[in-house]
């Protein structure tokens, strides 16, 4: 799998009245390396179109592009992967469905998940909430940057911090050991989408992160 540093998530609640795939672009052109176009409200056919449109514009910027939940459409527009959750379709089974070249990627909130993640073949694990969040209704309490350093010092598979992470607290997950980062609101809910990330790209750099 192709590294990556800045991880963009979808959330179009946080930016009403503006084109999803304009927001993304802007992302794009501030550095992100990898989108994951998450939708939980949309019909099938809607998150259908919105891939599509999210394929055509990461081919163009030559980005990385992950699909959550919905591994049909993944399927269908040949995204480079799928993003799952603990309750959803299990491990073996995506693989199975995705094939050995596709990426995977689970999220995880305790290290006994993150080490069954590993075991099971996937390619990244999503590590967090670190801290409160307003995007995910479903989502347990904080892990705190204590469960980034547990990862770090044990999980050998690429992974990527994510949950109520800001420009001024990203600090504290990079010096926890994180190498890569995740947001949906402090990116796509920006004024200046690209402003901010560049500014993200430019801690990562100076951390040594690329
Ligand atoms: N998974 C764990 S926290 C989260 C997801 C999808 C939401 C992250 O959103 P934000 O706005 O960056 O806190
Ligand atoms: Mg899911």
Known sequence: ?????????TGEEFHPGRDLIEVMEE???GGVDIIQLRDKTSSKREVLAKAKA??????KHD????????????????ADGIHVGQDDLPLEDAR????????????????EEAREAEA???DYIGVGPIFPTKSKVDVVDPVTTA??????AEINIPFVAIGGI????????LDAGAKSVCMISEIVGANDVKGVCEEFKQILTAKGHK
């Open 147 to 152: 469960y980034i350093q547990q990862v770090a």
């Open 96 to 111: 199975r469905i995705m094939g050995p070249d596709k990426i995977i990627g689970i999220s995880t909130h305790k290290i």
């Open 1 to 9: 799998m192709r590294e990556f540093q800045l991880y963009a998530i």
């Open 166 to 173: 800001k420009l001024h607290n990203v600090l504290q997950v």
């Open 63 to 78: 980005v990385l592009f992950i699909v959550n939940d919905h591994i049909d459409v993944a399927l269908a527009v040949d």
């Open 54 to 59: 999210l394929r055509e514009l990461t081919k």
């Open 27 to 29: 992302a794009i052109l």
């Open 120 to 122: 099971g073949g996937a």
